[in-house]
């Protein structure tokens, strides 16, 4: 049987909110573990937008800063897959890897992030993180006055559509043949905003180096279309951790959390793009902050505490 390793903290996910706690737990003094398959979500993104003196820094440049602070300060980082995660008991969670390795802490935070729901279009690929984008509030402004498509057939299509009005007047809906599921009041704000939506199946994306040019349909219709934003939901990881602790989640799979970033079970921790809110990566790694000091506060042992009256 493999020896089990034991520590503090044992956080899942190496994106910037995983990293961010890891690095002041450490600082905290605490023996952390970080424990990542290595398969972010934003895997071909060209740059992180709107991050405070990482402006044009690509996801990889701030995970790989990310990483070397860590190992500065004693992280252990894990780079395989958790295949199993129990809790044995409230302060003691155990986790083996596809290594057979045997990790215990009486500490978790969840920070694997969330999955998109992604559509099999021919050449969408090969221009993803360039010129097709899942995140209007990150990559909007790329779109600026460029003719601009939403593949999507929900409400939220409707929303990313309606939200890239801000850069550009050029949008056209494509619900990749699937009949159109949005409510009155919304499709009327489509027809004010001259919004219109295709509902023919793609045939392939047109770029070339990986820009994209134009939409095809099958029909044989041609969209010229430079920037393409992908709305068709999110889920969380197959076989997540927060799944396997039974945490509670909301509709689309984000694990719901305090203002604390407690999760509904017990020393067990949430931040990043797994919970509710914007998904932007400087509020990721806020939040990695703002979960490591709830962490530490559930660790002060009881003779260091001081209980304000309320």
């Known amino acids: 049987m493999p020896s089990e ?3 503090d903290i044992l956080i899942f996910g190496a994106g910037p909110a995983g990293l961010s706690a890891s690095i ?9 573990v970080v424990i990542d398959s290595g398969d972010p979500r934003n895997w071909k993104t060209q740059e992180i937008h709107g991050f405070l003196g990482a402006e044009r820094a690509r ?5 790989h800063l990310g990483r070397q602070a860590c190992r ?3 992280v252990t980082l894990v780079d395989h897959h958790a295949t199993t995660v129990e809790r044995i008991d409230a302060d003691d969670f155990r986790v083996r890897t596809d290594q057979a390795e045997i990790f215990r802490a009486p500490r978790v935070l969840i920070a694997t992030g969330i999955q998109d729901n992604w559509p099999q279009i021919p050449g969408l690929e090969e221009c993803y993180g ?5 995140c209007p509030n990150c990559d909007g402004l790329e779109s600026r006055g460029t003719p601009t498509a939403v593949i999507g ?3 939220n299509a409707a929303i990313v559509a309606l939200a890239l009005k801000t850069w550009t007047d050029q949008i056209l809906i494509c619900t990749n043949g699937q009949t159109p599921r949005i409510d009155e009041p919304t499709e009327q704000a489509l027809e004010r905003m001259e919004i219109e939506i295709n509902d023919s199946p793609i045939a392939f994306l047109d770029g070339r180096d990986r820009l994209l040019r134009a939409i095809r349909f099958e029909n044989g219709e ?3 279309c430079e920037h393409l934003f992908i709305a068709m939901g999110q889920h969380a990881r197959d076989n997540d951790v927060s799944i396997q602790l039974g945490c509670k989640h909301d509709e689309i799979g984000r694990v719901m959390v305090d203002s604390f970033h407690r999760t509904s079970v017990e020393n067990v921790f949430a931040a990043g793009d797994i919970t509710p809110g914007a998904q ?5 790694a806020a939040g990695g902050a703002e979960a490591a000091l709830s962490i530490h506060h559930s660790l002060i042992p009881e003779e260091r505490r001081v209980h304000r009256r309320c």
């Open 280 to 284: 932007l990566a400087i509020r990721a």
């Open 59 to 63: 996801p990889r440049e701030i995970r």
């Open 153 to 155: 057939s929900r409400k």
């Open 130 to 134: 360039t010129t097709v984008h899942t």
């Open 5 to 7: 390793n034991r520590s």
């Open 24 to 32: 002041w737990l450490a600082r905290f003094l605490y023996d952390v």
């Open 222 to 224: 041609v969209a010229v």
């Open 72 to 74: 500065r300060y004693g």
